[in-house]
């Protein structure tokens, strides 16, 4: 009998344990990460594997929107904007037990800037032609000089996940707060904490509080609904204004409006001049008075209400007031003015002949919107637009495509007469959307690829966004960025709709979510989130 | 039966009156827009509520039937002649014709059709009216959705190749076109009838799934299956009955015209 | 030694309408509007160069023919190319994928049948014109209810969400087998034999079924092509990781690699189904 004690014990004690719950997080990704390696991230899903995994130098901190040390304890920009000096953290390993030191920021930023990855993160960085050089001074201080001045350089950083240089897990070796664990395809990717993680609270207690968290892959929002009301899940990142509101009547203490997002929806008028559209077409485009009118016609605070339920704010340009620092506070309101509209479209020739707006040359006002399909809000929204324009005379049809076709449209074939779609994953540095606003870039949607401005407005706005771009103080860098605001307000190359608010799901089991406008909204402060005791005495 | 019958044919001739009519009617218009009314319930003004951006959803329903009750029943009739055409003419003469018909079937029920109705959308005008994209839409769709009555059929046919009468009649004398026409067309019209009666319904849903893709019927013009679309969202499910309104005229439309228009396959 | 014949002939023809089926499908795909995006196109933090890159990616495919024949050459290697959506080998994608699509559509498949048949059977043997509209009225019922409302009703009731393909096979199977038993009780063979007392059990299993068994199996065949075709949305909406979803995702990525793997697949099974039940209806050689 005795000899049976110990095992017995042992058995005991793993039936004790086995039945102990792990502080797991649930929630769900919307598709199949496309890579963990952080430098190749481009879509959401894979960012939040980056976010919740890896280890930066410095962080943005979401709520304040001010940069906060991590991996680097100090640093410093050049006067010229072109090198930056960090102080790295001593004592810090990834996640299997290697050390971190300057030789890994060398690589990753090696592997970053290496001319054939094609990222984002990569791409932000390329502000000239020429390669980056890295000096490791000390084994924890690293000096990195671009080619060229880089705006906002040092905020950057808050998206490049630093890998190892030495490590035989290669990029799975992390230094954020969870490691990838376990990933079953088309099911989940399990994410448990790092032992080696350097952060502790100020109690000294080691972070992260949750001891793992569970992303199991949904696209169905519905079932993400049903899955967070049965309390399957634990957070909803972001929620739909029906959902929101349907959730909120029944539990009140489940959802959170943190006001304002980044995001917003926006339509335009192809105004390029490969459009192969009708000349008369092209020539109200390109009017401002044009564009103006059809601004004024729009009914903004119908939008907000009727299709996102109150939760979004008419939108002022191209910068949510969500983003404190660069959004330009003297914008003035948009307005709904269907008079002032026609008047506008008087000064141009237009007259109203039986209800119907017909140009100078007697051609009746008549385009399309194309938007994408399955996207109900922006469904709701061109089928109010519809209706408001009705009411000066135009005639607008409205054509929902799938996304490549709307994107071949928009980006190649140029055959399109105006577009809805919205920003989202909006960075907070304007400089992120410089290939925006420069009439060559590509992305310079309503008249891309210009071999030169065609428009004095647009020349102005390419020397602004320079000035912003080359400029190491913050300072000049808003004043040419509130110009091009007030510019774009004028001008109107995009009719800006809304400012949509971010409205989440979070569990009432949760401490330590604070909902932001910035994403990640719900688990930008992933190591400080923790279950409440309540919920470690419920079955659940 | 016959009473059954005459209920149907009421119930039939009610809903087409109404769809036709219902338009000329003051007070439904389909495209108005109650800002101050959206997504509620029966009211005075809105017998059957309004929907997400304050449109009566009785006159949409009044138009979308319009929509599906003229178009969807043309769809299905095109499919079925095409299934007629490609799978019972050759089941019936066999051999090698067979054989091609077959092959021509499977690739038929087995080709991403999904991308020929996408070039249809990127061919057409953006400006094309919202009435003449929904006919063109229904059109294609009957005639990509002739595969499985073909399939059918053919077996159909071909059973009736083979079976004793037709053999008779062939030893008989009787010309291929006879037999075809006298005697083995008749016992294939029930299988297209019950065909024809199965494709209408799912045209009209198949419309609402293309509407994910552009392709459906545009705004403003409403059709019953991009009604039917609103069933898929978990709040409509839960919330208002009056969503289900299109399902409601969808099934008794369609049973009605089965009763009313469908012989019974005893002849 | 004719029937490995048959069997011979029949399985040369499957495979010319198979690859001739997975061209046309690499032309659909090739001739899609929007073939050559990607959603990174709207991306602004990408450069120039890394725009072109994107386009480029997609250059090898635009030759349709060519690229077609090269896929085949790889693919009697063993490889299937590589997804570009997905960034992932085609044939490992597949692999995960293929028994979950597998299992449900087989799933569902059996049931449909079995309750169609049950049902037929019912009504055959109860005589019940109630039954009969009962089981009329639910098929169409089914017939009119969209796939993702019926996907969800079962997540509701805590169901998994895939049996909607049921929904979608079922109200087609019983449709036409219980107007094909119908007609086929009306015979006068049928009618003699009730006459003489044979049980309605005996009439159904030893007379009825065995005179419309080619119809029936050509229904299988059908079945399965239908329910394949039904997975693809059923699985898109559910969420489910099957070769449906794939399918979904890559047409809407215009993933050719991935489009043409899978449209093999649909087109091998439908013909390999198809012909096969038609290879077990053959009782005797017809003349041409």
């Known amino acids: 009998m005795r000899r049976l004690m110990l095992p017995l014990c042992l058995l005991l004690l793993a039936l004790a344990t086995s039945g102990m719950c792990l502080d797991e997080l649930r929630f769900y990704l919307h598709s199949d990460p496309k890579t963990f390696n952080p430098a190749l991230v481009a879509d959401p899903d894979s960012e939040t594997i980056r976010y919740l995994t890896g280890g930066v130098l410095v962080r943005l901190n979401r709520q304040t929107q001010q940069l906060e040390p991590e991996l680097a304890t100090a640093w410093k920009v050049s006067k010229d904007g072109k090198t930056i000096t960090f102080q790295l953290r001593q004592g810090v390993r990834f996640s299997d037990g290697t050390p971190f030191g300057a030789q890994d920021v060398q690589f990753t930023m090696t592997v970053l800037m290496d001319p054939m990855l094609h990222s984002p993160t990569g791409d932000a960085f390329r502000s000239g032609q020429g390669k980056i050089s890295a000096a490791i001074l000390t084994p924890n201080r690293i000096s990195l000089t671009f080619p060229a001045p880089v705006a906002g350089l040092e905020k950057l950083f808050d998206q490049v996940a630093i890998m190892s240089a030495s490590s035989p897990k290669k990029e799975m070796a992390v230094l954020g707060p969870f490691y990838v664990a376990e990933y079953k395809p088309g099911a989940y990717v399990a994410l448990h904490r790092n032992p080696n993680y350097w952060k502790h609270d100020d109690a000294g207690r080691a972070l992260p509080y949750l001891d793992a968290v569970k992303l199991e892959i949904q696209s169905n929002r519905d079932i993400e609904m049903l899955k967070f009301s049965r309390n399957e899940i634990h957070l909803i990142n972001a929620m739909d204004a029906d959902y929101f509101d349907r959730l909120a009547r029944s539990a009140p203490d489940k959802v959170r409006d943190a006001g304002p997002s980044l995001d917003s929806e926006m339509m335009w008028f192809n105004q390029a001049s490969e459009a192969s559209i009708a000349s008369y077409k092209l020539e109200w485009f390109r009017s401002r008075n044009f564009r103006q009118a059809v601004s004024l016609s729009i009914n903004r605070d119908d939008l907000c209400k009727v299709v996102y339920g109150g939760h979004a704010i008419p939108a002022r340009g191209p910068v949510s007031p969500a983003n404190k620092y660069w959004f330009n506070t003297q914008l003035p309101q948009a307005r709904f003015d269907q008079e002032d509209a026609l008047r506008l479209l008087q000064e141009d020739g237009f007259r109203l002949v039986d209800g119907r707006l017909v140009d100078r040359g007697g051609h009746p006002v008549q385009f399309s919107i194309i938007t994408n399909a399955g996207n109900r809000s922006r469904e709701r929204m061109v089928s109010m637009i519809q209706a408001d324009l009705r009411a000066i005379g135009m005639q607008v049809n409205v054509v929902t495509l799938d996304f490549p076709s709307l994107i071949q449209r928009i980006s190649e074939a140029f055959n399109y007469e105006a577009a809805m779609l919205g920003l989202t994953n909006v960075e907070l540095d304007p400089n992120e959307q410089m290939n925006v606003w420069l009439s060559s870039s590509d992305q310079h949607q309503w008249n891309p690829r210009q071999s030169s401005p065609a428009t004095s407005w647009e020349a102005e706005i390419d020397r602004l966004m320079r000035v912003q771009a080359s400029a190491m103080d913050d300072k000049t860098r808003k004043r040419a960025f509130d110009r091009v605001q007030e510019i774009v307000a004028d001008e109107l190359p995009f009719i800006y709709l809304v400012n949509q608010n971010a409205l989440v799901g979070v569990s009432p089991a949760l401490q330590g979510v604070v909902p932001v406008a910035a994403r990640p909204q719900t688990y930008w402060d992933i190591e400080h989130i923790r279950f409440s005791v309540e919920r470690a005495n419920n079955a659940n | ?267 | 030694m004719s029937l490995w014949r048959t069997l011979a002939k029949r399985l040369i023809m499957a495979v010319i309408v198979i690859l001739v089926g997975g061209f046309l499908s690499a032309v659909l795909v090739r001739y899609a509007p929007g073939f050559g995006t990607d959603e990174r196109q709207l991306d602004a933090r990408l450069s120039a160069e890394s725009h072109q890159a994107i386009r480029d990616e997609s250059s090898a495919e635009r030759g349709i023919a060519s690229y077609y024949v090269e896929w085949l050459r790889k693919m009697s290697r063993g490889g299937l190319g590589d997804s570009r959506s997905m960034q992932k080998p085609v044939a490992q994608l597949l692999m995960e994928r293929s028994g979950i699509t597998l299992r449900i559509v087989a799933e569902s498949l059996a049931i449909a049948w079995m309750v169609a048949l049950f049902l037929v059977a019912a009504t055959w043997s109860t005589h019940s014109a109630p039954l009969e509209k009962t089981c009329t009225t639910a098929s169409g019922l089914l017939l009119c209810l969209p796939a993702g409302a019926v996907a969800l009703l079962l997540i509701l009731l805590n169901a998994p969400g895939y049996l909607a393909l049921v929904a979608v096979v079922f109200p087609k199977v019983h449709r036409y087998l219980s107007d094909l038993v119908g007609a086929t009780g009306r015979m006068s063979h049928i009618l003699a034999a009730r006459a003489k007392g044979i049980s309605e059990h005996r009439l159904l299993l030893w007379h009825v079924i065995p005179a419309i068994r080619r119809e029936i199996l050509a229904l299988g065949g059908v079945s399965i092509a239908l329910a394949l075709n039904a997975a693809i949305p059923v699985e898109a909406l559910c969420g489910i990781p099957g070769v449906g979803q794939l399918a979904w995702q890559s047409a809407l990525a215009r993933d050719l690699p991935v489009l043409i793997s899978v449209s093999l697949l649909v087109i091998a099974f439908t013909v390999l189904a198809n012909s096969g039940a038609d290879l077990l209806a053959d009782e005797r050689r017809q003349p041409a």
């Open chain 2, 1 to 267: 039966m016959k009473i059954a019958r005459m209920v149907a044919i009421v119930v039939v001739s009610l809903i087409t009156l109404i769809s036709m009519g219902g338009s000329l009617l003051p007070g439904f218009d389909y495209i108005r827009q109650d800002r101050k009314h959206f997504s509620e319930g029966p009211s005075y003004e809105h017998w059957l509520g309004t929907d997400a951006v304050g449109r009566d959803r009785l006159a949409r329903l009044i138009h979308g039937t319009r929509v599906s009750l003229l178009l969807a029943p043309a769809a299905a009739w095109i499919s079925v002649v095409l299934a007629f055409v490609v799978g019972a003419a050759p089941g019936f003469a066999g051999g090698v014709t067979e054989r091609m018909a077959k092959a021509i079937i499977d690739l038929a029920l087995s080709l991403p059709w999904f991308f020929l109705l996408l070039m249809v959308r990127a061919m057409l005008p953006l400006n094309t009216s919202p009435a003449v994209s929904a006919a063109i839409t229904f059109s294609v769709l009957g005639l990509l959705g002739w595969g499985v009555p073909a399939r059918i059929l053919l077996a159909r046919a071909r059973r009736l190749r083979q079976s004793e009468f037709v053999a008779l009649a062939r030893a008989g004398g009787v010309s291929h076109r006879r037999l075809f026409g006298v005697h083995v067309l008749p016992n294939l019209l029930p299988v297209m009838t019950a065909q024809f009666w199965i494709a209408v319904p799912v045209f009209i849903l198949a419309e609402a799934n293309l509407s994910l893709l552009g392709l459906g019927v545009a705004e403003p013009l409403p059709s019953l299956g991009g009604l039917l679309r609103d069933l898929e969202s978990g709040l409509s499910v839960r919330s208002d009955l009056c969503n289900f309104a299109a399902l409601f005229v969808l099934v008794v439309m369609v049973s009605s015209l089965q009763v009313a228009f469908m012989k019974h396959e005893v002849s």
